[in-house]
């Protein structure tokens, strides 16, 4: 992504990395206030079938939506992206991706500049992910969060992995939804930063002291 620089009125990026397609778009301060300068949209088309998988399995490749993320600022344009002071990323509440936090991405250089591409990272279970039977949810610890536990949130898939197949977990050592795992390589993070939000998402968050329920883990 490109550096902040360049003459012109500064600009901020915003990125939705949503279930079908990712969306990125410059707007720019005015003397009338905020105006669009330039959007772009780019289908993901994702969505990964594993032969033999169960049907209430739902994942999606983090490499084709990195690509179509790539598309998107490519197709920006590149002075206005020089101006770029602010970025705001939101994406898919609930699911959840692993990656090896000092492998999770290769950078590269690009004729638009800097991208990069998923390197050490699991599918993203999305939040339409249904695994999680009605049986095995209330063999879980309640939470304490005004959110109900649901198959597909975060916390629920974690817990799943742990009973189920526990060595998937071994190559990873961080987790996040998809748009925690693009700002954890945008700023080179070691360990991923998760807005209120998202973690009320994954189920086992109190929103009230704004603490995981770790005691419960």
Known sequence: MAAAGGSGPSCVLGIDLGTTSVKAALVTGTERGLALAQS??????????????????????????????????????????????????????????????????????SGTGPAFEAEQVSPLVTWQDGRCSPTFLTSLPLPQSHVSLATGFGCATVFWYLKNSPDFLKAYDAAGTIQDYVVAMLCDLKKPLMSVQNAASWGYFNCRNKSWNTDMA
Do not use: Y
């Open 40 to 109: 772009c949209c780019r289908e993901t088309q994702a969505h990964s079938e594993s032969p033999g998988a169960a049907p209430q399995r739902m994942e999606q490749d983090v490499q084709k939506i990195i690509k179509a993320l790539n598309e998107c600022l490519a197709a920006l344009p590149q002075q206005q992206l020089q101006r770029v002071t602010h970025v705001g990323i939101s994406g898919q509440m609930h699911g959840v991706v692993f990656w090896k936090s000092d492998k999770g991405c290769k950078w590269s250089e």
